[in-house]
């Protein structure tokens, strides 16, 4: 099978990007032919004089996009295009040039833009859906969109653009999405149900589980959305109460100096800065369990997904997409309102109970066999290319 990737990668590295290269690498691994249509947001934006006003220009429409696609299917015919991220450079033009060569479309739904300017349904720390019901053009007066009303506006005109275009029914075969929670929320999105699949995104087996260590670990980007200051909270208040318990955060971003200051005083807080993979297996190897105290909805966090391969329990909460991953009381605990105080209450019961942890630990390896490998993740890929391949 002949598999093309397109993708528009981040300003900034982040799990959406690792995901369309371990799904690329997966697909070239099992002898399909894989060919990668690659845009870079920093290079487009920034990398020639008025980059990030041409951009927004094209938001809707890039013209450059259909010549590219051109050029690509010259040295690389393929028999389905995989999409990834299209925001802002390559824009829905892409689509409409696969579909007019005949070719057939995937959309993988890595977030909510369809439905959100800044792709969290979150504002101000709290969960807002807001443009669900109002449409996109109500996100433009919180300039939702990096704080800016002028980029909202680009993101309110290429999504109401295409809703009235139809471009998406017209243009796209079958979406995915890594949770059903996603997939329900896309509906909201004039997305056609009956063309959504849902498919749980893949690590690599990182080997046997070692014994459960002792506390929890965060592994993720310190950004505002993924709660790391309510763990610290939870964890000031587990203190309090005499449950001491290493804590160990992994990774970096622009909240990191703030929590490094919201932690002084506590002797159990270690931070690690950026760490690489073999970094974060071996701070899970070391823990009893793993939190994802996000504040959004998420999707399917790669962190708890490694939580899982590894044999070690995963809180999350119960209100968003994460909360999929987990069999609660089986392979993971769930808490209620993304608050310090409701987060304490399964911390409390893990730190407390090593054995509730340990059995717990070996349910969420069980989950990841039965859902995360690789071998699991290309059986679906494959289905999925079979409903849509003439």
């Not at 290493?246 to 931070?271: K, M, N, T, Y």
């Not at 999350?316 to 769930?334: D, Q």
Request: charged share 25%; with cysteine.
């Amino acid at each position: 099978m002949r598999v093309g990737i397109f993708h528009n990668r981040y300003l900034q590295r982040g799990g959406e990007d690792a995901a369309v290269e371990a799904e690329a690498e997966l697909l070239a691994k099992a002898g399909h032919r894989v060919a990668r249509c690659i845009v870079d947001n920093a290079e487009e934006v920034s990398g020639r004089p008025l980059g990030a006003l041409r951009t927004a220009l094209r938001t809707r429409w890039n013209p450059d996009t259909p010549r590219r696609v051109a050029r690509f299917l010259a040295e690389h015919p393929i028999d389905v295009a995989h999409v990834h991220n299209f925001f802002p450079v390559l824009s829905p033009s892409l689509h409409a040039a696969l579909a007019e060569r005949g070719i057939p479309v995937v959309q993988t739904l890595h977030n909510y833009r369809l439905l959100c300017a800044n792709g969290f349904l979150l504002r101000e720390g709290r969960v807002c859906e807001d443009c669900v019901s109002r449409g996109p053009w109500n996100a433009v007066r919180h300039g939702c969109y990096r704080g800016s009303r002028l980029g909202t506006a680009v993101w309110a005109d290429m999504v109401a653009h295409h809703r009235r275009a139809g471009t998406w029914t017209r243009c796209v075969d079958r979406f995915t999405a890594p949770s059903a929670f996603l997939a329900r929320k896309m509906e909201a999105a004039g997305l056609p149900r009956e063309r959504i699949r849902t498919l749980p995104l893949a690590l690599d087996d990182p080997g046997e589980p070692a014994p459960a260590g002792r506390g929890a670990v965060f592994a993720g980007r310190l950004s505002a959305e993924k709660g790391v200051d309510l763990l610290i909270e939870a964890w000031r208040r587990l203190e309090s109460r005499g449950l001491s318990a290493p804590l160990v955060i992994a990774g970096s971003g622009p909240e990191e100096a703030a929590l490094r200051a919201r932690a002084e005083g506590l002797a159990s807080v270690r931070f690690l800065g950026a760490v690489d993979r073999a970094g974060v297996l071996a701070a899970l190897r070391a823990a009893a369990f793993a939190v994802v105290p996000s504040r959004w909805y998420e999707n399917s966090p790669l962190a708890a997904i490694e939580a899982l391969a590894c044999g070690r329990a995963v809180i999350v909460w119960s209100g968003g997409a994460a909360a999929e991953l987990i069999e609660p009381g089986a392979s993971g605990l769930p808490f209620e309102v993304p608050e310090a105080a409701s987060l304490e209450t399964p911390c409390a019961r893990l730190v407390s109970d090593p054995e509730l942890a340990a059995r717990l630990g070996a349910g969420a390896r069980e989950r990841y066999l039965e859902r995360h490998t690789p071998e699991r993740a290309l059986e679906r890929l494959e289905a999925l290319y079979a409903e849509i391949i003439p």
